[in-house]
């Protein structure tokens, strides 16, 4: 069964870096879509990502945060400058179209010292 | 507001017993699933069901939708060890990018 992907699994880095979060969708999917989940807390949606455009964002993607889609299988997360509140699991999803049901990837731990 | 409260916070029951789970929103629809995430993995996919629907089942799964009261119930039956985990409602909203909003979630624990 096709799985959307996820790299790094575990990505540790200092305050004040940027890091790019990696995720490889269902091939044939149209929409993507970023959670991140705290440590003991609830998954928050982040930002939603259709025809190489943004569709909707959360409070929290603020201007510190993008999104791309740069080869037609790539959608990445950067954060510019990490701060202490961006350690979380950060887990990508994709769907063909409307109708259908998300599909999670297995997540990057991103943890900021 | 608020979307997907899940109760209780926690639940802890002997190997074999049955365990509710319910779920409440406060908007409009599209669907309702259940996940499962043991302690810092990945989320697990347990069953959506519609607007449309009342009842669905899969395996020792039953999940029940009540649209009227803004309310979900997820019974896994004759639990297991292996069950232990904590379970998230998500909803999909109707308009939008379809986002889903997820619950706060319940952690079970089955005691063998």
């Known amino acids: 069964e096709p799985e959307v992907t996820q790299t790094p699994s575990h990505q540790v880095t200092q305050m004040g870096q940027e890091v790019i979060l990696r995720c490889v969708p269902i091939?044939?999917?149209?929409?993507f879509y970023w959670y991140r989940q705290i440590l003991g807390q609830k998954v928050e949606f982040l930002v939603s990502f259709y025809n190489n455009e943004i569709s909707e964002k959360s409070e929290i993607f603020d201007d510190q945060f993008s999104v791309e889609r740069p080869d037609g299988s790539n959608f990445t997360l950067k954060i510019r400058s990490t701060k202490l509140e961006d350690s979380a699991m950060y887990f990508c999803?994709?769907?063909?179209?409307?109708?259908?049901?998300?599909?999670f990837g297995p997540g990057t731990r991103l943890t900021v010292l | 507001s608020q979307q997907g409260e899940e109760d209780p916070q926690a639940l802890s029951i002997q190997e074999g017993e049955n365990a509710t789970m319910n779920c409440s929103y406060k908007t409009s629809i599209n669907n309702l699933q259940w996940y499962r995430q043991n302690s810092g993995r990945g989320l697990v996919h347990l069953i959506l069901?519609?607007?449309?629907?009342r009842e669905k089942h899969s395996g020792r799964l039953r999940v029940t939708l009540d649209t009227s009261k803004k309310s979900s119930s997820l019974l896994i039956t004759a639990s297991r060890a292996a069950d232990t985990a904590s379970y998230f409602c998500a909803t999909e909203g109707t308009g939008g990018a379809q986002k889903l909003v997820f619950g706060q979630g319940t952690r079970l624990t089955i005691n063998p």
């Open positions: 091939s044939n999917h149209l929409y």
């Open positions: 999803a994709s769907r063909q179209s409307e109708g259908h049901r998300q599909f």
């Open positions: 069901i519609r607007s449309n629907e």
